[in-house]
């Protein structure tokens, strides 16, 4: 079975499926195939992690994709891009603005920031001997 998709004028494109010599072409709107795609790569993802069992017949619409990799540089100058490595090595492109790539970083960085009151609480932690503790499943540092 071989999958591909063709443009079908200016609202529509096509999905179609090959079985064997004969083709099946499926029209859809452009939100109906991104509806599709999501839906597709969620349930590939969700299906090729080995440490969750996902019980047969699960509806799967959309999950946090897991990101095995990334790859940050410009597909032309000035044109920022980031590309992911997801589950079952399905890899997507996303392309920027140079003003949405730096709130994009900025946001990535400030949410894989400990908190300040965390912080704060572990620097008095060791200060008054006490071992640090496990907080939220992040081990103190």
């Not at 998709?5 to 083709?23: I, K, N, Y």
């Not at 499926?26 to 349930?43: I, N, Q, Y």
């Not at 790539?101 to 609480?121: N, Q």
């Not at 620097?123 to 496990?134: I, M, Y």
């Amino acid at each position: 079975m071989r999958f591909s998709v063709v443009t079908a004028g200016p609202d529509a494109l096509e999905l179609v499926v090959a079985f064997g010599s004969r083709d099946y072409a499926v029209r859809l709107a452009p939100a109906e195939a991104a509806d599709l795609g999501m839906a597709l790569l969620a349930t590939a993802s969700v299906a090729g992690d080995a440490a969750q069992a996902v019980p047969a017949g699960t509806r799967v619409e959309n999950c946090f994709f897991p990101v095995l990799g990334w790859t940050a540089g410009e597909v032309a100058p000035g044109v920022p891009a980031l590309a992911l490595r997801l589950a079952e090595g399905t890899e997507i492109a996303v392309q920027f603005d140079r003003a949405g790539a730096r709130a994009c970083g900025r946001d990535l960085a400030r949410s894989g920031r400990v908190p300040f009151r965390e912080r704060l609480r572990r620097v008095f932690r060791r200060r008054s001997g006490a071992p640090p503790a496990l907080d939220s499943g992040r081990q103190g540092a």
